[in-house]
């Protein structure tokens, strides 16, 4: 009796409003700023095999001629498989109004993925699937996004992947092939007086040839004392749901903390999942002198 089985493949941030350039090319330079992000994720603390996923993003602009320029780096492991993707991005930014704009994005780049097969335990010997370990196979891709947005709201959607790229095995057996992943995303933030402000966001995420129960969709709420500290929620739909704090020390200087929990049970099989954020900003002097908080 065959069972068919679908689980995650890309990974998931609880805190991915600062980590947007991962999966949305089109964010690329959106605050003028020169931006440097780390985001290291645990998650199912004490699953063994579970996810780990570690990413350094960096993102500037040339308003000049209102282009933003992005890099990432991401390291995702689960289990035997390892991968390490190195993109660049590229958006193109088109003035609507005195302070709206529509960004138009393209991402390229490499994933470079490594299973150790042989590593598993197989119940039945010999199994061709599993007889051989694939060592850095190197699996090029593109992407493209598209974000509407301002100092106060932003609204895009995006397709980070769009080659569906195949894996084989020594023997020629295809033991692992990308989805192609579709996000959309949206975010604003209320002005509620001069030390609240709220600000809710939400991110969709749909795989192609999937069944549509393995989608998810984050709902996260946060809100921000003084321009300094933001508090929030979060909640994935059928999933999880977590508590993030993020804390600015200055304008440049801004760490970031999250715990989720699943919902489902049995929760006795891991602990939570853990997710730390560093970002500092190179800020620019239009920033500096008119005093604009960054709130994406």
């Known amino acids: 009796m065959p069972f068919g089985g679908f689980t995650q493949q890309d990974p998931v941030y609880t805190q991915y409003l600062n980590n947007l350039l991962v999966i949305q090319p089109a964010y690329a330079g959106i605050s003028e700023d020169l931006n440097f992000t780390a985001i290291s994720r645990a998650q199912w603390i004490g699953f063994d095999g579970a996810p780990n996923t570690n990413t350094l993003a960096i993102s500037g602009s040339i308003p000049k001629y209102n282009v933003g ?23 193109f930014r088109v003035k609507v109004s005195d302070s709206q704009f529509l960004s138009f994005g393209l991402k390229g780049g490499i994933n470079i993925y490594q299973s150790n097969l042989t590593d598993l335990t197989i119940n039945q010997n010999p199994d061709l699937v599993f007889a051989y370990d694939i060592k850095s196979k190197l699996l090029p891709n593109v992407g493209v996004g598209i974000l509407w947005h301002s100092d106060r709201f932003f609204f895009g959607a995006s397709s980070p992947k769009i080659l569906q790229n195949a894996v084989e095995s020594t023997d020629g057996v295809k033991v692992y092939r990308e989805v192609r992943h579709f996000y959309a995303m949206g975010g604003y933030v209320f002005f509620i007086n001069d030390i609240f402000k709220f ?31 933001w508090v929030g929620a979060t909640y994935r739909l059928k999933n999880s749901y977590g508590l993030i704090f993020q804390f600015s020390v200055n304008p440049q200087l801004k760490f970031g903390y999250s715990y989720d929990l699943m919902t489902f049970r049995p929760t006795q099989v891991n602990s939570g999942t853990h997710e730390f954020m560093i970002s500092y900003d190179f800020v620019t002097i239009r920033r500096a002198h008119h005093n604009i908080p960054r709130y994406f």
Not at 73 to 89: A, E, L, M, R, S
């Open 199 to 229: 600000k809710p966001t939400v991110l969709h995420c749909w795989a192609l040839n999937t069944p549509i129960y393995t989608s998810y969709t984050d709902f996260t709420a946060n809100l921000l004392f003084f321009d300094r500290v």
């Open 69 to 91: 320029i992005g890099f990432s780096i991401v390291n995702d492991t689960w289990g035997p498989v390892k991968q390490n993707g190195v993109y660049t991005d590229y958006s």
